[in-house]
């Protein structure tokens, strides 16, 4: 269905930091129930934005050290990255349109 990517430790940087569109990154964990509320919308989100923003999500447990990174604490977590930076985040399960809104303001910067 949508085209989300799963982001990793190893590739992060390239798919993210480095990435020359604005990127919205889902930190999520399998135990989580909020997370899984989001997943539908973050696959919605993806294939609505497939071409102007990427999208994806990063499992928490399984990259410890992107998640430390940024300091993540409660999931899910949604940042927005722009040129290699986070510029907005999402904390806990939002509608859709929360999510969309605030991509949308990223993109018309």
Do not use: H, R
Not at 54 to 66: F, H, I, Q, R
């Amino acid at each position: 269905m949508g085209k989300e990517v799963e982001f990793t430790d190893a590739n992060f940087k390239e798919e993210v930091l480095n990435s020359d569109k604005v990127v919205l990154v889902d930190f999520w964990a399998s135990w989580c129930g909020p997370c899984m509320i989001m997943g539908p919308i973050i696959e919605e989100v993806a294939s609505e934005y497939e071409g102007k923003a990427k999208v994806g999500k990063l499992n928490t447990e399984e990259n410890p050290s992107t998640t430390g990174e940024y300091g993540i604490i409660s999931i899910p977590t949604m940042i927005i990255f722009k040129d290699g930076k986070p510029v907005d985040q999402i904390i806990g399960a939002v509608p859709k349109e929360v999510v969309k809104s605030k991509l949308d303001k990223v993109l018309s910067q």
